[in-house]
């Protein structure tokens, strides 16, 4: 065991290196303009074209600097904790009796989500562009707490926006922010969520661009962000692969990760895109369920719109506004989602499904008890998913889910439920 | 030649300068739309620009979102706001109206169905905030075939590429945001905006209106100075929302504002002139 994690050490720098820079030669999509097929693009007003076409000339040009690959996989190991664990998780495999699940542990990464490969890669950049200031979005809050984190270690002014109403729900990552010196505004426009938050942000880049560098959290907004944020957590897939070769000695069956804005989900599948015995399911929010209009699932209910910057899949009435969603992870609680699963949905490579509140929290206790890892509540819907597809698959087969993180932030919302004051 | 046009043409003749009120569709109730317009024409507004409510209006102000939430309150829609156009030139067949506003709306009413309409209930131009040139081909088409002009904006960050672009594309008017930020946001840095304007003649003879951040007589003055058209939005806005309880003055209270900017538009051109 000890020689195998010595060798994993050894090997992660060189390994990490050259998968990032690899990454760009075989980037067919999105095209010059951002596209995936009819999706994504750069839908913003006038003051932003220019400063997003920077940012992407930015992005080219450091994608493949052996300084910035550098930086950002020192960052990675030894800030962050990568290579995060590929995990057999044997007492649930057994418990549902079928296929072989494995669990890749982004629950274990500094700050407790996936989140942060991404903060870490764009934080880079905005120093690198000389911005002073960091603004970002936050749902759930975990991308503001990983934003605030980097600003914190780089000394960078930074400003989280967050719906008034995810702030009352998730009290303890707004402190968590604040402590690490972020600024959290109260956006209490709209339905003053997660998609307000995002607009609020925009209207903060836009007045204040010239210092000021937007770390989008997800695989949404205008081109470049939703290639550039699937690069930076690619990582989660590039990971993956090569750990399930090593400990089964073969490629997975089946790749399950959630999807709100579907970060940590590209993150794991793009790696795999080219690797026609793989399937890919990415798990959707459907709240009260599908039927009942109360759910956040635009891939499997919704239909093709512009918002936030991008084509894509959105949950919106006949009129074209953009209608509230409900589920029970905040963190899943947007009406759109990134393009490039817009169009992998299209082009079939990916099938897209939805679980519901109840049936994530049940994940949510099943993992807890059978592994002793209390899942994030995004995740525990990628969880459901394969409770209900692992015993319908052979013993034989190997399913890796993303537990894109953990569930102590999610305490207060069980407990509640149970009616239990924490 | 375009209602925009031949607007622009006649005042160019009399050495006046456009004033152009926005108000978004609906607010603060939808029987107020067509009233305000015709009481805006008659204070001496040259074009109206007609706000189509969307809910995430991401490149607006709290005055401007607010006016859109209270108009989605009541449900309006697109297919509304065109009703309140085909409204409007019942009695007025001379004043252009623009259409500003989102993209999603066009896009669930679907682009040929929209234009089609937009043009038979009256329509003149169409601004889409958050759709650039690069993005904008399909629906422009459409617009142009209805014969209405495609109008888009150039912000201070616009490169000369870019302005060019733009221009190339764009009918009737460019709208020159005047500063970085949303609507309704800060003061004018009025050299700028007169350096930015010289720049922008230098790639086209097509109009230049200047938005975001005019707020009273004397900002509509000193744009119209430098530019050949004055939008005013947020602050109509914050007239109606000041008059809102008080029913009975807010259309009054809010042409009174236009009828201020007029004449000291007027009054700036009359001097320059004699």
Same mark, same amino acid.
């Given at each position: 065991m000890s020689e195998h994690t010595d060798s994993r050490q050894k090997q992660a720098v060189p390994h990490l290196t050259s998968s990032f820079a690899m990454s760009s030669a075989k980037d067919v999509l999105p095209d010059a303009n951002g596209h995936f097929g009819i999706y994504g693009g750069r839908f913003v007003a006038e003051t932003l074209m220019v400063p997003l076409e920077e940012l992407r000339q930015t992005y080219e040009s450091y994608r493949n600097d052996p300084d910035f690959i550098g930086e950002l996989d020192t960052d990675l190991q030894q800030y962050v904790g990568r290579p995060s664990p590929l995990y057999f998780a044997q007492r649930w495999t057994q418990h549902l009796g079928g296929a072989q699940i494995y669990l890749k542990r982004e629950d274990l990464n500094?700050?407790?989500?996936?989140k942060v490969n991404n903060t870490i890669g764009q934080a880079l950049l905005a120093k690198r562009m000389g911005k002073t200031r960091i603004i970002a979005e936050t749902g759930a809050g975990q991308h503001g707490v990983a934003s605030a984190t980097v600003a914190a270690r780089l000394g960078l002014e930074c400003v989280v926006y967050m719906g008034a109403e995810d702030i009352k729900r998730q009290t303890i990552n707004v402190y968590r922010m604040r402590l690490l010196g972020a600024e959290v505004r109260a956006v209490e426009s709209g339905s003053k969520t997660l998609k307000d938050a995002l607009n609020e942000a925009m209207r903060d880049w836009v007045t204040n661009v010239d210092n000021t560098f937007y770390i989008i959290g997800t695989v949404a907004g205008p081109h470049p962000y939703p290639a550039m944020v699937r690069d930076f957590q690619a990582i989660i897939g590039r990971e993956a692969r090569q750990q399930c070769q090593q400990q089964t000695g073969r490629l997975p069956d089946t790749l399950v990760a959630c999807v709100g804005g579907g970060s940590n989900a590209i993150g794991l599948f793009y790696p795999f895109l080219q690797d026609a015995g793989v399937s890919m399911v990415g798990v959707e929010a459907a709240g009260d369920g599908l039927d009942t209009g109360r759910h956040a699932?635009?891939?499997?209910?919704?239909?093709?719109?512009?918002? %936030?910057?991008?084509r894509t899949y959105l949950m919106q009435d006949s009129d074209g506004q953009i209608i509230e969603t409900h589920s029970i992870s905040a963190g899943l609680d947007y009406p759109g989602?990134?393009?490039?699963?817009?169009w992998l949905k299209d082009a079939g490579r990916v099938e897209y499904v939805a679980i519901t509140d109840a049936e994530a929290l049940a994940a949510f206790h099943d993992l807890t008890k059978i592994e002793g890892i209390i899942p994030a509540l995004e995740?525990? %819907?990628?969880l459901a998913y394969v409770t209900k597809a692992a015993p319908n698959m052979s013993q034989d087969k190997i399913i890796v889910v993303n537990l894109s993180g953990r569930g102590d932030k999610d305490i207060h919302t069980v407990a509640a439920l149970e009616g239990i004051r924490v | 030649m375009s209602r925009i046009s031949t607007c622009f043409k006649d005042l160019h003749l009399e050495g006046r300068k456009a004033l152009i009120p926005?108000?978004?569709?609906?607010?603060?109730?939808p029987g107020?739309?067509?009233?305000?317009a015709h009481a805006f024409v008659k204070a001496g507004a040259d074009i109206i620009e007609l706000g189509v409510p969307f809910s995430d209006p991401m490149a607006d102000g709290p005055v401007i979102q607010r006016a859109s939430e209270r108009a989605l309150a009541q449900h309006i829609n697109l297919p509304q706001v065109l009703a309140m156009v085909r409204e409007f030139r019942q009695q007025d067949s001379k004043t252009p109206v623009v259409l500003m506003g989102y993209l999603n709306p066009i896009e669930a009413m679907g682009y040929q169905v929209f234009a089609q309409a937009a043009a038979q209930a009256g329509v003149d131009g169409i601004l889409v905030v958050d759709m650039p040139p690069e993005e904008a081909k399909a629906l422009v088409t459409e617009i142009t075939q209805f014969e209405m002009d495609p109008i888009f904006l150039i912000a201070p960050t616009t490169s000369k590429e870019r302005i060019k672009i733009i221009c190339d594309i764009a009918r009737g008017y460019v709208y020159y945001v005047s500063l970085k930020g949303v609507t309704g946001a800060a003061t004018l840095d009025v050299a700028s905006v007169a350096h930015n304007i010289a720049q922008i003649r230098?790639?086209?003879d097509l109009p230049i209106g200047v938005g975001f951040g005019i707020k009273d007589a004397e900002s509509a003055k000193t744009i119209a100075g430098v530019a050949d058209a004055v939008v005013v939005g947020s602050a109509i806005i914050q007239k109606i929302e000041q008059q809102m309880s008080r029913r009975s003055n807010m259309i009054e209270e809010a042409a009174a504002l236009i009828a201020s900017m007029r004449r000291a538009m007027d009054a700036e051109i009359n001097k320059v002139t004699s």
């Open positions: 500094h700050t407790g989500a996936h699932a635009p891939l499997c209910a919704g239909r093709s719109g512009v918002l %936030h910057g991008n989602v990134g393009p490039e699963h817009a995740s525990s %819907h990628a | 926005y108000i978004t569709a609906g607010d603060p109730d107020d739309t067509v009233p305000l230098n790639e086209t």
